[in-house]
T-cell receptor, first 114, second 111 residues
């Protein structure tokens, strides 16, 4: 089954404790992206990757890191999480960098930083 | 500045009561407008892509239309299972690799 998976689905952590949210897709997609979703603000893009070893900042990259060492995986790293990073996070992928391609979204990761 | 605005924020309909959701955008050189449906606690699910003014696409009770400044999602005779948040998104003007989302319209359809 074609899908985007994220782990963990739920995470409660404390300020400053490094964490990684994994994202994997099995569709051989080139383009992958991370979003955060907050009430009243909608979905905002954090980082995106057009292919292996190619990443770029979205609209809200501060406090986040990403890597794309393999085509299928695109982990999101919070080196020193803070309470304002409490949010619902989505990973997405699409076939290519051509923005005409629909994006497939993962199920989301709900992160709480205390 | 690139911007996507959706209205209304929330919409309550009786089953069978048709209505429209609006998505207005300010980007240069539109390269597609996307509509997504999002159920509570889930990731957005793709519905349509529209590319040029005058284009229309349909799926069951949903029809999406596009003009030069806005898109409409028409819902005909909605059912309770159409209840969801509907999101629209466009690629950015200067960086088309970025996708800009509106804040969505939360639709509730009551039997």
């Amino acid at each position: 089954e074609a899908q985007v998976t994220q782990n963990p689905r739920y995470l409660i952590t404390v300020t400053g404790k490094k964490l990684t949210v994994t994202c994997s897709q099995n569709m051989n997609h080139e383009y992958m992206s991370w979003y955060r979703q907050d009430p009243g603000l909608g979905l905002r893009q954090i980082y995106y990757s057009m292919n292996v070893e190619v990443t770029d900042k979205g609209d809200v990259p501060e406090g986040y890191k990403v890597s794309r060492k393999e085509k299928r995986n695109f982990p999101l790293i919070l080196e020193s999480p803070s309470p304002n990073q409490t949010s619902l996070y989505f990973c997405a992928s699409s076939l290519s960098r051509d923005r005409d391609n629909e994006q497939f979204f993962g199920p989301g990761t709900r992160l709480t930083v205390l | 500045e690139d911007q996507v605005t959706q209205s209304p924020e929330a919409l309550r309909l009786q089953e069978g009561e048709s209505s429209s959701l609006n998505c207005s955008y300010t980007v240069s050189g539109l390269r597609g407008l996307f509509w997504y449906r999002q159920d509570p606690g889930k990731g957005p699910e793709f519905l349509f892509t529209l590319y040029s003014a005058g284009e229309e696409k349909e799926k069951e009770r949903l029809k999406a239309t596009l003009t030069k400044k806005e898109s409409f999602l028409h819902i005909t005779a909605p059912k309770p299972e159409d209840s969801a948040t509907y999101l629209c998104a466009v690629p950015g003007s200067y960086n088309t690799d970025k996708l800009i989302f509106g804040t969505g319209t939360r639709l509730q359809v009551f039997p």
